[in-house]
């Protein structure tokens, strides 16, 4: 029973990254079906991951009140039929506003299945699930992006929004059938405004979980980055054709498959805090090479994708601690807490994807010290929480 948890789990956390890098390899092709430039056809993923991101603040309150699974149902129905309106867009603003409508129903199953976990596990057994999962969810955008070059040289980029259409069926079907609720009337919360802004305030206000948060965002936009500049990075950079991604998120999505396997073998044997120091001097070596070779070399595959699989696979180490040291501040209101952590997370993705990224995607090396910079910024935040989680203990203790 567990493994098909995890398997669901995995699958509906899927949804999000499928839209957002399935249909990368179509976008000279988008624009030139809609006579539009790639800034423009840019947009049809920066607007995808703003409305992601804004929608993952309410999804985990939702769940809170309405239960898990009715949430989880409805946010289907409403990607379905956005994929659908983007399969069939006659204009690329139908096709905005279609992302839009799939970008607010691609969070909920990353958002409320981390609540689900929170629900039936608790540490080292909760971080060990939320790793497996990450382990398979990490088959998306690996997979995403070779199919979606196929799929594009094959039947043209409108398949790929069919493709979508029909997974988010076979997920539908999947969740009404074999995902139990696991939040019990008696412990949802009434649908008091109210109470809900002073439960989001009480979340804002507490600055370590702020700080943990804005930490594994920040590493994570280092992926953000080799993200938003996937076409021009494979297509521009590497010299490879539009079935060529492979060259690039195999690397990266391997590095979070493994890392995310080692960090749940880990659970039991290595604190959680321990376990961020490692993965922080991973990220900082690989980073470091990362510069280095793009300042020496021009790049080509595979020297310039290698550091980025060993980026991801320490990221991946430092992703469930990270997020359950946050969570656990809140035990009691964990569908919002982690609605806040995706919220700061997907924000943070969507600013360094769709804003930080066109300003570096034309040279492997401004993208590399883009990776260092966020990697510098996620370390000064950890510091920041860890030093008043200290301050905190210290105080607290009895003359």
């Not at 567990?2 to 995995?10: C, D, M, P």
């Not at 980055?225 to 999505?253: C, D, Q």
């Not at 793009?294 to 595979?302: E, K, R």
């Not at 991946?316 to 609605?339: C, D, E, K, R, T």
Request: with cysteine; glycine share 10%; hydrophobic share 60%.
């Amino acid at each position: 029973m567990q493994i098909l948890l995890t398997v669901l789990l995995a699958g509906l956390t899927m949804v999000g990254p499928l839209a957002i890098d399935t249909y990368l390899p179509s976008f000279p092709a988008i624009g030139g079906e809609f006579g539009a430039t790639p800034l423009a056809v840019q947009q049809t993923l920066s607007l995808f991951l703003f409305c992601f991101a804004f929608m993952m603040l309410f999804y985990g309150t939702l769940s809170d009140t309405f239960g898990r699974r009715p949430i989880i149902l409805v946010s289907l129905v409403l990607y379905i039929a956005a994929s659908v309106g983007g399969a069939v867009a006659g204009s690329l603003g139908f096709l905005l506003a279609c992302r839009v409508l799939q970008g607010l129903a691609s969070g909920a199953g990353s958002v409320v299945g981390r609540a689900i976990v929170q629900d039936r596990f608790a540490g080292a057994e909760a971080q060990k699930i939320l790793g497996h999962i990450m382990m398979v969810f990490g088959l998306a955008p690996a997979l995403a992006p070779i199919l979606g070059g196929w799929l594009q040289v094959s039947y043209g980029w409108r398949s790929i929004f069919w493709f979508l259409a029909l997974f988010g069926a076979v997920m539908m079907f999947a969740v009404w059938r074999w995902l139990p609720e696991s939040l019990a009337p008696r412990d949802r919360h009434p649908l008091h405004f109210g109470t809900i802004a002073g439960n989001y305030l009480k979340v804002l206000r507490h600055r370590q979980f702020l700080l943990l948060a804005v930490a594994l965002g920040l590493a994570f936009g280092g992926f953000a980055l080799y993200i938003g500049s996937a076409a021009y990075f494979v297509m521009h950079i590497l010299h490879l054709p539009e079935t060529a991604f492979a060259w690039l998120f195999i690397p990266l999505v391997a590095g979070m498959v493994v890392g995310s396997a080692i960090s749940g073998k880990v659970a039991h044997r290595c604190s959680q805090q321990a376990l961020i120091r490692i993965a922080y001097v991973g990220m900082a070596v690989a980073a470091l090479v990362n510069v280095g070779y793009t300042y020496l070399f021009a790049a080509t595959v595979p020297w310039a994708v290698l550091p980025l699989f060993f980026y991801s696979l320490a990221l991946a180490v430092a992703m469930p601690p990270l997020s359950l040291i946050a969570l656990n501040y809140f035990p009691q209101h964990s569908g919002l807490a982690a609605s806040m952590q995706s919220f700061i997370q997907m924000t943070l993705f969507a600013l360094v994807s769709g804003l930080v990224a066109p300003l570096l995607f034309d040279s492997a090396f401004k993208l590399a010290c883009g990776v260092l910079g966020c990697l510098v910024a996620s370390l000064l935040a950890w510091l920041l929480a860890q030093a008043g989680t200290v301050q905190a203990k210290t105080s607290s203790k009895p003359d």
